[in-house]
T-cell receptor
Framework: AQKITQTQPGMFVQEKEAVTLDCTYDTSDPSYGLFWYKQPSSGEMIFLIYQGSYDQQNATEGRYSLNFQKARKSANLVISASQLGDSAMYFCAMREPLRSARQLTFGSGTQLTVLP | NAGVTQTPKFRVLKTGQSMTLLCAQDMNHEYMYWYRQDPGMGLRLIHYSVGEGTTAKGEVPDGYNVSRLKKQNFLLGLESAAPSQTSVYFC????????????FGNGTRLTVT
């Protein structure tokens, strides 16, 4: 079974508008961490934001926020005021404590295109 | 501040050839990883290491071997390359902290013909 599901292979958004990228996850462990990464066309992986399963508040980092709905097992990334430079592939990932090396399990990604 | 450095950036191999991908990190991280990225499949873990001298298999280890003789280096080897190993390979490292993100290298694009 897929542990991380990103159902939107591609998304378009108008510049300056907000956009939500969906991520659902599957784990039976009460303790876990959720991460979002950005991969621009140049290929590097850029860490954006982290949410712990016990965190009381949704994480925010500048224009990025994480809409964390624990009961629904969803961790959607919200980008406010989109910019052309936000065009990239976005990956959701999860860390589970039972995995010995703290590795991340990644979703298949969402390709975001910001339109001028 | 180099972070995670991967060499080479690009490589073309013929089926059956061997090669080693090099990964070096200067952040004194305990954990290191090798992932491969294929279209529509995200990143999948090949092998990982929790410390110098230790390695373990990830999700897709077949056809690869690794070594971590020094804490700062993690090598990925392909003994007999196959076209199915055409991919982009990422090395990453992480400190011990549970909420610490993985720090990635810039990737190696490997084509096996």
């Amino acid at each position: 079974a897929q542990k991380i599901t990103q159902t939107q292979p591609g998304m378009f958004v108008q510049e300056k508008e907000a956009v939500t990228l969906d991520c659902t996850y599957d784990t039976s462990d009460p303790s876990y961490g959720l991460f979002w990464y950005k991969q621009p066309s140049s290929g590097e992986m850029i860490f954006l934001i982290y949410q712990g399963s016990y965190d009381q508040q949704n994480a925010t980092e500048g224009r990025y926020s994480l809409n964390f709905q624990k009961a629904r097992k969803s961790a959607n990334l919200v980008i406010s005021a989109s910019q052309l430079g936000d065009s990239a592939m976005y990956f959701c990932a999860m860390r589970e404590p039972l995995r010995s090396a703290r590795q991340l399990t990644f979703g298949s990604g969402t390709q975001l295109t910001v339109l001028p | 501040n180099a972070g995670v450095t991967q060499t080479p950036k690009f490589r073309v191999l013929k089926t059956g050839q061997s090669m080693t991908l090099l990964c070096a990190q200067d952040m004194n991280h305990e954990y290191m990883y090798w992932y491969r990225q294929d279209p529509g499949m995200g990143l999948r873990l090949i092998h990982y290491s929790v410390g110098e001298g230790t390695t373990a298999k990830g999700e897709v280890p077949d056809g690869y071997n690794v070594s971590r003789l020094k804490k700062q280096n993690f090598l990925l080897g392909l003994e007999s390359a196959a076209p199915s190993q055409t991919s982009v390979y990422f090395c990453a490292s992480s400190p011990v902290g549970y909420n610490s993100p993985l720090h990635f290298g810039n990737g190696t694009r490997l084509t096996v013909t």
